[in-house]
């Protein structure tokens, strides 16, 4: 009988040990392929949220610049807005206490001052006198006066005392009328405030 050829295994021999090498080997790649799988997916969703936060910061350093405007604007106004207000108070408040003083002064002797009101730049004076005289004299002195640019006299009528008064049907000659005078007046504003500073 012929001989038989031998078997011969061209394949080398498939040791255990190399199957956990390959194994380990491939969880190993495996590993790094995941860790740059996670690395990219981290990259990209920071880079997103770093550009998201940029914007946002972009947006309100705006927003800072437009109320810090805003605020500079409003600051102006007010700041005018008060510099306007003591303007018009300075402008338009008199020191009635002068002008009272120098109405009386003008007033002849036994007359006074019954009613004195204020508005603006015109009062209303009503004076009680003795006679007709001492009306046009105090309305001469008004005229004159430094402190008024205008006298105009509203009215003059006469009037007696409470206890002068009588029985309406009979004459008392004895019983001396009175006369009131109202009297409207412009003041000179620049005049009168020149005046109390002199006097301050």
Do not use: C, W
Request: glycine share 2%.
């Amino acid at each position: 009988m012929p001989e038989r050829l031998r078997d011969i295994n061209l394949l080398p021999e498939v040791r255990e040990e190399s199957s956990l090498q390959a194994n380990l080997f491939f969880i190993f790649v495996g590993l790094i392929l995941l860790s740059f799988i996670v690395m990219g997916y981290l990259y990209f969703s920071t880079n997103s949220k770093l550009q998201t936060a940029e914007t946002e910061a972009t947006e309100l350093s705006d927003e800072r610049d437009t109320l810090l405007i805003q605020k500079n604007s409003l600051e102006a106004d007010e700041g005018t807005g008060h510099e306007q207000a003591v303007a018009f108070a300075e402008n338009y408040a008199v020191p009635t206490s002068t002008l009272i003083t120098e109405l009386n002064d003008l007033l002849p002797d036994d007359a006074y001052l019954s009613d004195y009101t204020y508005r603006s730049s015109e009062v209303s004076v009503t004076s009680h006198f003795e006679t007709l005289d001492q009306v046009a004299d105090y309305t001469t002195k008004l005229t004159n006066s430094d402190y008024l640019s205008d006298t105009r006299v509203d009215t003059i009528s006469t009037f007696s005392l409470k206890e002068e008064e009588t029985d309406e049907t009979t004459t008392n000659f004895d019983v001396i009328p009175r006369y009131e005078g109202d009297f409207s007046l412009t003041i000179d504003k620049q005049k009168v405030k020149e005046e109390s500073t002199d006097n301050e």
